[in-house]
């Protein structure tokens, strides 16, 4: 059975950090989305290998991907909040053509 289950959502003020974690049981997870009311779940990263981790523009360098293969975890630690970060953090799995999604965590940044 696949389940994907995310934490560490909350809400900071602009400029502070927020560490998210998914752990993951029967798939290895891979990526993160972002949804914001009213707009498409977009990709914010996503990992290729352990070399390469695709970031949206708008995180870059602000935003890592880590992964813990021990536990089956993924991270996206976020440094340096906006609060166009807002919105609900997905973590993302696919396997053939199939995708899977956690829950989601909400992050709530204010000015």
């Known amino acids: 059975q696949v389940q994907l289950v995310e934490s560490g959502g909350g809400s900071v003020q602009a400029g502070e950090s927020l560490r998210l974690a998914c752990t993951a049981s029967?798939?290895?997870?891979m990526a993160w989305y972002r949804q914001v009311p009213g707009k498409q779940r977009e990709p914010v990263a996503r990992n290729i290998n352990k070399a390469i981790t695709n970031y949206a523009d708008s995180i870059k360098g602000r935003f890592t991907f880590s992964r813990d293969d021990a536990k089956n975890t993924v991270y996206l630690q976020m440094n340096k909040l906006k609060p166009e970060d807002t919105g609900v953090y997905y973590c993302?799995?696919?396997?053939?053509?199939?995708?899977?999604w956690g829950q989601g965590t909400q992050v709530t940044v204010s000015s």
């Open positions: 029967g798939i290895r997870p």
């Open positions: 993302a799995a696919s396997r053939g053509l199939e995708f899977y």
